[in-house]
């Protein structure tokens, strides 16, 4: 089965670091794009960046380049999201997605991780 | 940048009867569209692609159509598990990827 698991809930205060998983399975993880949208409380949501774990090709979204970074380790199927100085305004859920189809790099997202919740209160 | 307005906001019918959803791009994104239905506490799910292609398993019930700039998603006969938010997402050029702002179906 095609899946993307991501790491747990996390509780951090304003100015800490954080970095957040997305473990790929079932299919090949090197040459899918894969995407992270954030979804803050009660909103819609918001793509923010994508990358290609073959050879780390990274886009962003304007809204939140030099905000994030988003990296992947294709030796374990993994795709990362790190902020350096979290803000209240992070709070949000966080998904990782898979690009529907090979080869793509704009497509639609067929498989979504169960979401990460990032809280960030002092 | 492309904005993608949907329309309306909230939709309220009661089960069985037929959804329209609509979805407008500020500028043409040809057929690369998707729509995407969230239920609370869950990820979002890939409904249609590339404006009128059903994803994997989904029910025939829904369907979608357009190009350009105007899209429908359609919900033939409402199910119990249809309530939802539905969402628009373009993918014609980047950057951002941009969704629309979503549709919430309610019971009436």
């Known amino acids: 089965e095609v899946q993307l698991v991501q790491s747990g809930a996390e509780v951090k205060k304003p100015g800490e670091s954080l970095k957040i998983s997305c473990k790929g399975f079932?299919?090949?993880?090197?040459?899918?794009?894969i995407g992270w949208v954030r979804q803050m409380p009660g909103k819609g949501l918001e793509w923010m960046g994508t990358i290609y774990p073959g050879d780390s090709d990274t886009r962003y979204s304007p809204s939140f380049q030099g905000r994030v970074t988003i990296s992947a380790d294709k030796s374990i199927s993994t795709a990362y999201l790190q902020w350096s100085s979290l803000k209240a305004s992070d709070t949000a859920m966080y998904y990782c997605?898979?690009?529907?189809?090979?080869?793509?790099?704009?497509?639609?997202?067929?498989?979504w991780g169960q979401g990460t919740m990032v809280t960030v209160s002092s | 940048e492309i904005v993608m307005t949907q329309s309306p906001a909230t939709l309220s019918l009661s089960p069985g009867e037929r959804a329209t959803l609509s979805c407008r791009a500020s500028q043409s994104v040809n057929s690369n569209l998707a729509w995407y239905q969230q239920k609370p506490g869950q990820a979002p799910r890939l409904l249609i692609y590339?404006?009128?292609t059903r994803a994997t398993g989904i029910p025939a019930r829904f369907s979608g159509s357009g190009s350009g700039t105007e899209f429908t998603l359609t919900i033939s006969s409402l199910q119990s598990e249809d309530f939802a938010i539905y969402y628009c997402q373009q993918y014609n050029n980047w950057p951002p990827w941009a969704f629309g702002q979503g549709t919430t179906v309610e019971i009436k």
């Open positions: 997605a898979k690009i529907t189809r090979y080869g793509y790099n704009l497509d639609s997202f067929d498989i």
């Open positions: 590339d404006a009128s």
């Open positions: 079932g299919y090949s993880f090197t040459t899918y794009w």
